[in-house]
Structure formats: C-alpha cells, structure tokens
C-alpha cells in the first residue's frame, strides 16, 4: 500500500520563538551571494551574530552547497564534525549526529521553532521541504540545551526558509537518473495585497539501487511572510509522504522490511522590534504517522493467508514464511504541539532575556505506550508535556569586543521530573575589525527517552520503562583567525577548536555478551574528547576564466576514555573517529561553475560490509544557465555522487548505493 499526502493539520498557536533577524529572502536559492564574513548564525543564544563573532563553533553553509540534493542530508555529509548515516539514501532515512552524538542528540530547528520527533529520531529529518525551498542552513556544534531545548544534547542543526521579496515568479524542474531515479518539482511565488507567498510541489521516485531499495516521495510546502508596521509574520505548512523499500533497515535477520510515513507540519510566528524591547511569538504543530512492515506486504512478498501466517510465495525458491510471532504492520502516530515566547530588552553595556517552549507530546500504536483499548488498531497510547524555560543576560565591554553570557535554564517533564541547565558562553575579538577572536563555553544538556526506547518490544530488541534520562556537561574553547585584507575581494579565515562532553547515564540499545537481544540501556558514564579545524575561503565576483569561488577544508577527530565491555554497543560507542572534508566551487568563464565534494570517513566500529580503513566519498556537479537577463531562464545540472563506486553501510547490513548520475533541467520565469 503506498502512502500519499493526506489529512490537513491545521492548529494555529501564538507564543514566543526567535526570529532571526537574518532572514535569506530568494527563489532561487543557489544563486543567493553570501558574504561568510558577516553571514548570521542563529544558533548560539538568543540573538544572530556574525560567523567570526559566534561564541561557538558553527558553520553556515553556502546556498550552491546543497544545490542539486534531493535532501539537505546530502549537503551535510561534507560538514566539518557531523555524521550523516543513511539507511536509505537520497533522503529516504537519514541520522544525524554531531560530534559522536547518537541521532537523538541533535536539536532541528526550522524557521525558529524547534522540532521534535518524541516516536523515534530515526524521523526527525522527515523534514517535508524541499532544499530549494531554504535559504540558510548552519550547524552548531557542542550543546545548546539552554537555548535550543532538550533536543540540543550535542549540537544543533538551524534551517531558514526562503520566500523571495516581490514580483509573480514561477518554475519547474525535471532530473532523471541512476537506478530509475525521476524527480519532478513546480515552484511559483506571488503576493496577495502585502502577504508573499511561495508553494512548491514535488515527487521523486526510485526502483533503487539492490532488491527492496524503490522509494518514492512526495512533497507540498507553502509558506508566507507579512510585514506590518513594525510587526513581521512568517507562516508556513509542509506535508510530506514517503513509502519506500527498507532492506535489512533495522535488522539483517529479517530482511525484507518495508515502510511507509507521513509528516505534516504547521507553524505561525511572528516578531516585532520597539525601541530597546524585542517581543517574538510563535505556534507549531507536528503529525507523523508510520507503518513500519517487517515482513513487506504487497503483490510478489508477503501476503496475509487464510491460516493466519505471511508467506512470500514468488520471492523464492520455495515459499518463505514470515516468524509465527509475526502479527502484521507496526502502526504509530505521534502528534506535537508547541507554543514558545521571548522577550527581550536589549540595553547598551547590558542585554536581558527570558524565554519559554511549551510543548506537548503524544503517540497511538499498536505497539508503544500503555493499553487503553485492546480492540483498537491503535490499542496503545502515550502522552507528555515537556517545559523549557530559561534567563539570560549578555554583559559587552571593552568596546564590544568582549561579550560574556551567563544562562540558567529549566526543562521540566511530566514524566522525567526537573533539570537544571545552566551555561555559560564567553568571546574576545582582537585586531582591526575583529580579525582574531577567542572564544570559550561550557553547559549542560538533557535529553529525554524516545517513546521507541521506553516501549519497543519486538523481533529480539527489548525497551526499558525504567530509563533514566541522559545528561552531558560539555565544555569549548576555540579561535578564528580572520586573514582577510581590509577592502579586499578575498575572504580567508580559519577556525579550530578543543572539546569536552562527559555523558551520563547515556541511552543506548545494547546486546549483552551471550544474549540474542538487544535493550534499551543506560551507560553510567562515557567521556567524549576532540577538536576539528577549518579553513573557510571565498572571493567575490571575476572576470577570470578560472577562479576558485569558495573552498571549505576541514578536519575532526574524537575520542572516548573508555570502550564497550561486555556487550555491543549500537550507538554510544559507534562514533565517527576522523573525519575529513574538503568542498569547493568553481567559478568558470560565462554561465557555468563546477564544484567538487570529498570526505574521508573512520568509524569507531568498523563496517563489515568493506575492510578499508577510510570510507572515501567523493562527488562533483557542474550547472550551467541560459537567456541571463531574460523573463524566461532555463538551468541544467549535472551530479555526481560516489565518484569511485566505494561498496560502503552507513548503518549495519544497509548497503549504500554505488556511483550515480541525475541530470536536472530547470526552466524558470519571472515577470
């Protein structure tokens, strides 16, 4: 059964959230000019600052980074100290995690509003907006549970998107490729009396790469800005289905699994700014329905026979019939719903703010949770109210050049009790026009069990209700030096940095020496030690034949201070060792660039699927545009993923797909 976008979510909420006062505003997004000197990053407290001044380390990502991906995933992969795990690609299922963090650990913000998966993190990035449709992307690295939320445990990933100023623009876009690959995708953006409004529309389908790999997706995104006097709303509703072939997904011992989910999301915000006072305001909510088969259930696999068991009878040789404990599809739907608030007083020597995120938390199964109708499908249910409030103040001195934030935040959760999250955050600018800044923070974050972890107990894994929540006090320092010459068309900056996050009672599914199960566990206590350093380049505008445009080199490492004993470990000690990352685009003579991608990936745990040492990644693109200057411009694209075909899994047995090609063509009017 294919899943398609259905049902409408529509609740409307007021609250508070940050608005960032950095708001990339174009069609198309890849040909947004960012200057990275001065490029906002979001994440880092309660107001945008400059990249060379964040008291963090952060990235923020150029436009033509993730131009051409069907998912923001695929741009990520080549950040410095993320970890991208696919189990199924082109965004399919992706896990993302910061610094050896699980995909549980990483906080998703979108417009502001924080975003939460409380079913399972394995679909949080079921993100149902398409890469053209942001304008700004950065990664905080090291946790932001103060300002973030319980999300935040290791770093955080912040999205904008993007809703272009004025005119009636419109455009459609075709790609074929490897394995099948077709993706169609319509755009138009307009304006009904003051209010902009953008809508996308978009399909991608796959047969897939090996048996059991066909996926399709489908997506509709709208989203709104109004500015009124001093007061600004953005609005936005995004749906999105996928249904898709999972082989060995989550187990290798029952194969040929199959899924299908849909994500509904919508969200109004609004900020306005008087005098030294910043009010912000915002409502979210967030429906996701899964049908998880681990036995696929359609023509040519497993069908429901007269005596109650599936069997496969075309598959194989001889029928295969699925385990007799095998009762049919898991079926979930988890529902989110937030209000967020703060204000703010921002004073010369002095800044003042004080936030609150309310959000409640609920799923239907026929699996997790308590039983409240054993004569439903959805016989199981859970709910939570989950409470994130913080105070800070922001102290400036020495002609701005030193900034020093002090936080005391408080979670608190309905089922999980009371956390206090203090931090601490600290930064120094030397030079003539900040050209060296030192900086440094420490804090601690919580995160609580998934609904997944407390209640799954299914085909040999086995929750826990008796989980603990997890704990990490962290701590940063760092430098970047900014090299760029005053008035100078070049931009060249590096960044290093030196971290510690000690983890406490940490949550990991664990399969015990001599058991065949695998359980929710707490690890007592894991310390987590390492440093990246990046190098950032990039120049203006040439008349050059060719000329490097952009170039992001970098480099992490991570250890821990002990290892798994006595049983194996399938997330805390599973971390990215080294990594290494190099991205750079090409200007060329005329309307054409080119751009080549690489990463260099160790893992703690080896994979069984390739003896090397190293995971080499590698990929370019080259796109090319015509009729400069005219109301109709056509666009075409050339991607390249996997350049040297490496055999590689993300996630245990899920086999990634070899070198793939997809052509693009882009056709797009304005009036």
């Given at each position: ?47 945008a600052l400059p990249l060379l001044s964040s008291p963090k380390s952060a990235t923020v990502m150029l436009p033509s980074e993730w131009r051409g991906t069907a998912s923001i995933a695929e741009a990520l992969e080549f950040i410095p100290g993320m970890d991208v795990r696919t189990r199924g690609a082109w965004g399919v299922q992706t896990d993302i995690s910061i610094r050896g963090g699980s995909y549980e650990q990483t906080a998703l913000r979108i417009d502001g509003v ?54 009636t623009k419109a455009s459609v876009t075709a790609e074929l490729g490897s394995f099948n690959w077709t993706r169609l995708r319509a755009n138009a953006q307009i304006s009904t009396g003051k209010m902009r409004h953008s809508f996308s529309l978009s399909q991608a389908k796959t047969d897939g790469y090996i048996p059991n790999s066909d996926m399709e997706i489908n997506r509709f995104f709208w989203g709104a800005r109004y500015q009124r006097g001093l007061s600004q709303w ?19 011992t029952y194969p040929n699994q199959h899924e299908e989910t849909v994500a509904a999301v919508a969200q109004l915000a609004w900020s306005r700014r008087q005098g030294n006072w910043n009010a912000t305001a915002a409502g979210h909510v967030r429906a996701h329905s899964d049908r998880f088969e681990l036995y696929r259930e359609e023509s040519n696999w497993y069908a429901l026979t007269d005596d109650g068991y599936y069997v496969a009878p075309s598959l194989f040789a001889t ?353």
């Open positions: 059964m294919r899943s398609i976008l259905s049902g409408v979510f529509a609740l409307v909420f007021m609250g508070c959230q940050i608005v960032s006062a950095a708001d990339p505003l174009a069609a198309d997004t890849s040909q947004i000019k960012v200057d990275l000197s001065e490029a906002s990053v979001l994440g880092v407290g309660f107001d924080r975003w939460s998966a409380p079913h399972t993190g394995h679909h949080l990035m079921n993100i149902p907006i398409d890469p053209e449709d942001l304008g700004h992307v950065e990664v905080v690295r090291s946790g932001s549970g103060p300002w973030a939320g319980i999300g935040a445990f290791a770093g955080g990933v912040l999205m904008e998107t993007s809703v272009d100023e004025a005119g953005k609005s936005l509703f995004a749906a999105e289905s996928k249904s898709f072939g999972a082989q060995n997904f989550y187990s290798s029928p295969d019939t699925a385990a007799g404990w095998y009762q049919g599809a898991n079926l979930h739907r988890s529902v989110v719903g937030a209000i967020n608030g703060q204000l703010s007083w921002l004073g010369e020597a002095m800044t003042w703010t004080a936030a609150v995120d309310a959000r409640s938390e609920g799923i239907l199964s026929n699996r997790l949770g308590l039983l409240v109708n054993e004569n439903s499908d959805y016989a199981y249910e859970d709910n939570r109210l989950n409470i994130d409030a913080y105070v800070s103040g922001k102290y400036f001195g020495a002609g701005d050049r030193l900034a020093v934030t002090a936080t005391m935040a408080v979670n608190e959760n309905s089922r999980f009790g009371s956390s206090l999250l203090p931090a601490l955050n600290a930064r120094m600018a030397f030079g003539r026009g900040d050209q060296i800044v030192v900086f440094g923070s420490a804090g601690r974050s919580v995160r609580h069990p998934s609904f997944t972890d407390l209640y799954y107990t299914l085909g040999g894994a086995v929750g826990s209700e008796d989980l603990k929540s997890e704990y990490a006090d962290q701590g940063e320092i760092g430098g970047r030096w900014n090299i760029s010459a005053s008035q100078s068309s070049h931009q060249f900056s590096i960044e290093t940095t030196r971290f510690i996050r000690q983890g406490r009672d940490l949550i990991d599914w664990v399969q015990f020496d001599g058991s065949d199960l695998y359980e929710a566990t707490n690890v007592a206590e894991v310390d987590f030690f390492g440093g990246d350093v990046s190098m950032l380049y990039q120049r203006a505008e040439s008349t050059e034949q060719f000329y490097v445009r952009s170039a992001r080199i970098g480099a992490s490492w991570l250890e821990a201070n002990r290892v798994a004993s006595g049983f194996t470990s399938n997330y805390v000690f599973d971390y990215m060792r080294n990594k290494y990352d190099v991205m750079v685009n090409f200007g060329i003579a005329g309307p054409l660039d080119f751009s080549v991608r690489g990463s260099a990936q160790n893992r703690n745990v080896q994979s069984s699927i390739s003896d090397d040492l190293f995971t080499h990644l590698w990929g370019f693109d080259v796109n090319f545009q015509g009729n400069e200057g005219a109301s109709l411009l056509w666009k075409g694209s050339v991607r390249m993923d996997n350049l040297f075909d490496v055999q590689f899994a993300d996630r245990g047995q899920v086999l990634q797909p070899g070198r793939m090609v997809r052509f693009g063509l882009t056709f797009a009017w304005a009036e």
